[in-house]
């Protein structure tokens, strides 16, 4: 025993005296090992290869460089094992891009690219690196080695166990050298700009037994055969591969992938893929995340994939899958995979019922789904209250879908839910009390509903982590905050985005508080009154975007340039302007603005991208200090009363895409220098006083979709020819109410692109040219949206709404929103001559055409009836001969006619359209015409006369009671129709497929009710008046 006692004691003490020894050991390797010469030489000269502008390697001084930045050793022997030189900032910038900042979604991505670059190394890679014949690790990624080759020579490090070169701008073809380097478990070769690196075959991977984790994402694999899935196979020790953005188009379906069953992460998105969704993904059952986002997978998904029951992440975005056809119920795999975290359907052709879809996952015990992400689909029904046992959900995506009826009630469980988006779809109800209860909530996204709700402070009470509200009703004013004025939020939003709702009051105080803003969109929602100064002092260091457009503010422009400083007793003691150096988006139009626009306004915003202080009550000057906002896009300062002259140095302005100055009191001459903005896109200088001719400068603006120099009246000269030629995306040209003389240059003939053509009110002279078939948007139904948006250098389209004057159905209005639809050509009130050309007929396109007040001869185009969709024709106050062609009848859509004080002869054509057109005044002045609605009877009527007169009292009577019967008939027809739309109305509102297609069509059924209605009153008028 004690025997035993004593050798246990003495191997304690020999082990304890071993442990000592080798902690000593340790720590003098620790403190006296330094890397050898070889090797700290070695890595000087690597260093003195690269270019370092943020110093990131500053520390690499001294005798150890086992003490240097980024560089690791082995603790006993003092060799250089580990090279980690990557750029953190890159790796949050490539997280930002990839998934966003749940917490800040507004960072100026801008911004955050150049403080990236600044921190980058640059250069060459030294081969000294062949020194550190230990070296297992080498991080290289998130630099900027300028395009340069991967060295071919890091294909020798053999002991290289990781290596990622991953968005470092590396380019041209990936060495095959690194085939040498066998004992790689790790190799990331990605790059996010894509296709900067290529590759002919996969072979050289065929070696890599070792290999755990393969990214190539972004790496170009198109000239790759298409058997590199068999390469990929042979790597059976594999758990992650990443061949996202790689071009592959197809793979083979054969193989089964049956050595990759360790397989954890596959991510084959954003590729061309082409085909069903391969059965052999259910093999990989080791699979716990799986992105094939952004193919092209059609089809359904695999039903046995519930054998992947480790899935936690499944990203199937942006593919074309669906339903099996004909069936509306959802995919039934949800019902198995109860591990899953993400679930990403989003821009598919599901169309199931939204209730059924989230029940299938009731099978799981326990609901793990912290992402949904469902976004543009043609998903139907209202949200259910089921959503509430999603109570993991952190962020969830229904906008672009068909979903109506309100929030449920249940959305208050989900406290956790982070990202809330709900845009576009015609949710028309209420939103709960219960949604003040969402505590953790970052994100709310509701553009494009039809709500019918009032949000009170108790829906915000909670709301402490909101940062973005984002809010934009179809219907306006009815998602309205009836908050009490002088309540404090909890939160401190970064974005604040409110259009169309109804807050109508003064600048409320919850409003005030929120200075931490960025960007802040008030726009139509009924705010009266001033705008408090010391809330606008404290924004403008920040805000990027202001809109506080179609309001009632009322207050001098000045009012937002200047801060009024306070004393000590309180009281404003001084003013200092304000600066706004981050602010990119000025709009303050349609309120109540008054006085003059700052003279040292370039000084106040230096960073303007579009300025818009339109429809105001704004006087004095333009500013020449204008001309110094080189980053200005969009000028607007139209409907003020603006004068003077134009500035006359405009070079400067090379960015400007918009600029609209209509509708002031300026005058002068158009300045030369507006010819050199070759970017722009609209030029709106109409309704001033400008004279001289138009510059020939402006056939420099090659990109221009929109020419109005309307109503200037002093404007001369004859039409440029050079518009049909060196402007050929032009869409909009009004030249209405000027001097402008000559002919109509046949050069026009080439605004292919143009849909609104007004010269009326000139002194224009010379014949129609006949080659208007040539303008395409008259003769085809294209798409076109040109006339609300401008396209910026990078090819961006923003929205602009233009106004122009035209004259349409008789009256003259201010077209802006429906400009899109509009297709007019008037040039009445000129001196043209000759007859109108017959090939005027093959703009079956046209809605308007208007030639009245010319010195047109001969006759109508006898095929006018193929402009099927005129709505407007006025021929007026020509000299038009013969008959009117009896194909005029056939214009369904005609509303305003007007072919008065010509010479025109025989009977009135009668039928369709033509019989609610009653007014005899449209044929006034050609006393060679007859039939209804003149009273003048035609030839041949008489003999039908004469017999009516001799009609007996009896046949009278029955005529008469005949009468009453075919009024109440009209009368019936005029009630019964609508009644009759409205039972089928609810026949469709009750069933879900026949609703979705109901919102598509509703507009153009109420239109056509509409004249039919009209087309029955008319008639019945006409009845009463002929008894």
Known sequence: MDKHYFITRYVSFVWLLCVILLSTAIVGAYTS????????????????????????????????????????????????????????????????????????????????????????????????????????YLDLSFNDFEGASIPYFLGMLKSLRYLKLSSANFSGQIPIYLRNLTNLSYLDLSDERGFMLHVKNLRWLSGFSSLEYLNLGGVNLISVERNWMHTINGLSSLLELHLSNC????????????NL???????????????????????????????????????????????????????????????????????????????????????????????????????????????????????????????????????????????????????????????????????????????????????????????????????????????????????????????????????????????????????????????????????????????PNEWISKVSSQVIRLDLSYNLFNLKLSHIFTSHQKNDSGENDSIIPLRYPNLRHLDLRNNQLLGTIPLTINDSMPNLYRLDLSENNLHGTIPSSIKTMNHLEVLSMSHNRLSGKLFDDWSRLKSLLVVDLANNNLHGKIPTTIGLLTSLNKLMLNNNNLHGEIP??????????????????????????????AVPKLQLLNLRSNHFSGTIPRQWCNLSAICVLDLSNNHLDGKLPNCLHNWKF?????????????????????????????V???????????????????????????????????????????LSNNNFVGIIPENIGAMKKLETLDLSYNNLSGRIPASLASLNFLTHLNMSFNNLTGKIPIGNQLQTLEDPSIYEGNPSLCGPPLQIKCAGDESSNNVLVSTSEEEKEDGNENDLEMVGFYISMAIGFPVGINILFFTIFTNEARRIFYFGFVDDVNYKILQIIDFLIVGVRRMMRWR
């Open 778 to 806: 008259f003769v085809q139904d294209y798409y076109r949206d040109g006339l609300r948006s401008y396209q910026t250098n990078s090819g961006a389209y923003y929205s602009y709404d233009e106004n122009t004057r035209l």
């Open 261 to 531: 069953t360790s397989l954890r992460v596959l991510d084959l998105s954003s590729n061309l893929i082409n085909s069903s969704i391969p059965l052999w993904l259910s093999n990989l059952t080791s699979l716990s995340t799986l992105d094939l986002n952004g193919n092209i997978f059609r089809g359904t998904i695999p039903s046995n994939f519930v054998k992947l029951k480790n899935l936690q992440v499944l990203e199937l975005t942006g593919n074309s899958l669906s339903n099996d056809i004909g069936d509306h119920t959802p995919p039934i795999f949800s019902q198995n995979l109860c591990k899953l975290r993400f679930l990403h359907l989003g821009y598919n052709h599901y169309d199931f019922k939204l209730g059924t879809f989230l029940d299938s996952f009731s099978n799981c015990s326990r609901n793990r789904l912290e992402s949904l992400d469902l976004v543009g689909n043609k998903i139907v029904g209202e949200i259910p209250n089921s959503l509430g046992t999603f109570k993991n959900l952190r962020f969830l995506n229904l906008s672009d879908n068909f979903l109506w009826g309100s929030l449920p009630n249940s959305i208050g469980n989900l406290s956790l839910l982070e990202h809330l988006h709900v845009s576009s779809n015609v949710l028309n109800g209420t939103i709960p009390l219960s949604f003040g209860q969402l505590s953790k909530l970052v994100y709310y996204e509701d553009y494009g509903n039809s709500w019918n709700t009032t949000i009170t402070e108790v829906h915000l009470m909670n709301l402490t982590e909101l940062k973005i509200l984002q809010v934009w009703t179809k219907s306006i004013q009815t998602f309205v905050f009836n908050i009490t004025y002088d309540w404090i939020p909890p939160f401190s939003l970064k974005i604040l985005f409110l259009e169309n709702c109804l807050i109508r009051s003064q600048f409320p105080i919850w409003l005030r508080t929120q200075t931490q803003l960025t960007e802040i969109v008030l726009s139509n929602v009924g705010i009266f009154g001033s705008l």
């Open 247 to 258: 071009g592959i188009l197809s793979f083979d379906t054969s193989i089964a992938f049956l």
């Open 808 to 850: 349409m159905k008789g009256m003259e209005s201010e077209y802006n929103t429906i400009l899109d639809s509009v297709l007019t050509i008037d040039l009445s009130r000129n001196k043209l001559t000759g007859e109108i050309p017959k090939e005027i007929t093959n703009l079956v396109q046209l809605d308007t055409l208007n």
């Open 696 to 725: 020939n400068s402006l056939q420099n603006c090659s990109l221009l979709t929109s020419l109005d120099l309307s109503e200037n009246i002093f404007l001369t000269g004859n039409l440029p020819s050079w518009l049909g030629v």
């Open 33 to 136: 090992n330094n890397c050898s010469d070889i090797e700290r030489e070695a890595l000087i000269s690597f260093k003195q290869g690269l270019l370092d502008p943020s110093a990131r390697l500053s520390s690499w001084v001294g005798h150890n460089c086992c003490q240097w930045h980024g560089i690791t050793c082995n603790p006993i022997s003092g060799k250089v094992i580990k090279i980690d030189l990557h750029n953190s900032l890159g790796s949050a910038l490539s997280q930002f891009v990839e998934y966003g900042d749940l917490k800040r979604p507004w960072i100026d991505l801008k911004y955050f690219l150049r403080e990236f670059q600044k921190t980058c190394l640059t250069g060459k890679i030294s081969h000294s690196l062949l020194e550190l014949k230990y070296l297992y």
